[in-house]
């Protein structure tokens, strides 16, 4: 029997079986149990544990010591608790779109959750060229309300400051720090640009000195700006979905940063989205229905998020001062403005940087992928440049298909 109790190690899929087993309260205790590892993303082990009688099935997440992209990230497990927590508090707001939690285990470094294997990674089912009408009204409830109620504007601030300490998340902020706001915007040994965008990165990115002096003004403002709980990686890897229902996973980047952050996030991935619809679907009928549920859903994503932040704002108690007249628009705003700079922050370290995304990565032809790498690191300068330009969902999709005509 192994002694889960004593002290932390990673577990291999018969260990995971075992924790199941034996430390979950959750399958009975002579269930028969199989274990997959089944994570594919940058940092963790994901486990999916099946009770093979009644197919009923549960997730165990548990944190390594080093990133599984690379052992040069050393990230303290506690992320762990990190993600765990801030999956219970998105619930209380969101039960709609979070997934539920069952048990944190503060030695193992690891946490279950409801099993979500009928949904898919929202990035693989976008590559597929599947559309979800409803998911531009699901994740701005979950931003709208996650950004809004966890900010100084409705919380108690003493209340507000212990979450900020709650969530002080250095190593995995460190890692943004680097990978999104610095890195991409150097001739960095960890950036891995391809060979084709290359000159184009050397000539407008690397050597735009505006720009650069732009990019250092935001990663300071990410850095200070203790705004709101930020998922903190709300791309489209970070989400499960299926034709009616949205559930956002993988928070352990949450820290108290710019409530753009999330919305930025979620528009530069669907951009990349639609460059590997005009990419890869060659059929122009089917090419122009994917593309135009794109454009749709980011006009809808920016559109439907100012609606819904204004709603919550006007039924929501507030600090005396966030009642002023006129306030309100500043602050809304002003998160606009973040989204439009950190889409595209996102657009230019997905392909200049060391993590990139499948939706470009998969793009076969050279010259295509090359073509379309060009294109979001185009819409990406604008965003960062003119920032304040993009207060609309027009604003924003109006930019996209200027560059892409
Ligand atoms: C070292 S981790 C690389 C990237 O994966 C995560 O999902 C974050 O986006 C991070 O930047
Ligand atoms: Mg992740």
New binding site residues.
């Given amino acids: 029997m192994t002694d889960f109790k004593k002290s932390y190690f990673t577990m291999n899929e018969e260990q995971a079986k075992e924790y199941a087993q034996t430390q979950l309260n959750y399958f009975k205790e002579d269930a028969e149990l199989s274990c997959k590892e089944i994570g594919d ?3 963790n082990y994901v486990f999916r544990i099946v009770d093979e009688e009644n197919k009923d099935s549960i997730i165990l997440k548990q944190a390594g010591p080093v ?1 599984r ?2 052992d040069e ?1 050393k990230v303290s497990p506690d992320r762990n608790r990190i993600e765990s927590d801030i999956l219970t508090i998105q619930y209380n707001y969101v039960p709609e779109y979070t997934p539920k939690t069952y048990q944190y285990d503060p030695i193992m470094n690891c946490f279950a959750m409801e099993d979500l294997s009928d949904y898919t990674i929202m990035r693989q089912a976008l590559m597929e060229h599947q559309t979800f009408p409803e998911f531009a009204d699901h994740i701005t409830t979950f931003m709208a309300r996650t950004l809004l109620l966890t900010s100084d504007v409705v919380m108690n601030h003493k209340e507000k400051k212990a979450l900020v300490k709650n969530f002080i998340n250095p190593e995995l902020c460190e ?2 720090e680097d ?2 706001y610095t890195e991409p915007f150097y001739q960095c040994d960890r950036n891995e640009v391809f060979p084709k965008t290359l000159p184009f990165v050397e000539k407008e990115i690397w050597q735009d000195e505006k720009l650069l002096l732009e990019t250092a003004k935001l990663k300071f403002a990410f850095m200070t700006n203790a705004q709101s709980l930020i998922h903190g ?1 709300l ?1 489209t ?1 970070s989400i499960f979905i299926k034709k009616n229902d949205t559930k956002v996973i ?1 928070p352990e ?1 949450a820290f108290y940063g710019p409530a753009g952050y999330d919305v930025g996030n979620v528009i530069a991935n669907l951009i990349f989205a639609y460059a590997n619809g005009k990419a890869m679907i060659a059929d122009i009928a089917t090419q122009d229905a994917f593309c135009q549920y794109i454009l749709t859903t980011i006009e809808q994503v920016i559109d439907l998020f100012k609606t819904k932040v204004e709603q919550l704002w006007n039924e929501t108690e507030k600090d005396r001062v966030a009642t002023y007249k006129g306030f309100f628009t500043y602050y809304i705003n002003g998160i606009l403005k973040d989204t439009s700079a950190v889409a595209g922050l996102e657009l230019s370290r997905r392909i200049i940087g ?2 990139k995304v499948a939706d470009i990565t998969s793009i076969d032809d050279e010259e295509k992928r090359a073509q379309a790498e060009i294109q979001c690191l185009t819409i990406a300068k604008q965003f960062i440049l003119q920032r304040e330009t993009f207060q609309t969902g027009k604003d924003f999709v109006d930019q996209v298909t200027r560059v892409f005509r």
Avoid: K, M, R, T
């Fill in positions: 993303g940058n940092l990133a992209i690379s990230f890692i943004s990978l999104v990686d791309h890897g993988d980047f060391l993590a």
